[in-house]
């Protein structure tokens, strides 16, 4: 499992996977969110605005992120 930090307090989930460079760029991010193959806190996520914040558990393409707040 991977930790990731972020500055303030949410990030948009399609950013986070850019971020951390599961999704190379913002239209695989779409279209991995949309085929329901990411999930946040243990269920299926479809939005790609979902607002994620520290201490929230993101899966994808077999990873596990946890997200932390900047310190």
Same mark, same amino acid.
């Given at each position: =499992?991977?930790? !990731? ?5 949410? !990030? /948009?989930? &399609? ?5 951390? &460079? ?5 239209? =695989? *991010?779409?279209? =991995?969110? *949309?085929? &329901? +193959? $990411?999930?946040?806190?243990? +269920? @299926?996520?479809?939005? /790609? ?7 929230? /558990? !993101?899966?994808?393409?077999? +990873? @596990? !992120?946890? $997200?932390?707040?900047?310190?």
């Amino acid at each position: =499992m991977d930790t !990731i930090e972020i500055r303030g307090d949410s !990030i /948009r989930l &399609g950013q986070l996977l850019k971020l951390h &460079g599961i999704a190379e760029h913002g239209a =695989m *991010a779409k279209d =991995m969110i *949309a085929d &329901g +193959e $990411v999930s946040v806190n243990g +269920e @299926v996520e479809t939005r /790609r605005g979902a607002t994620i914040r520290p201490g929230d /558990r !993101i899966e994808a393409l077999g +990873e @596990v !992120i946890e $997200v932390a707040a900047e310190e």
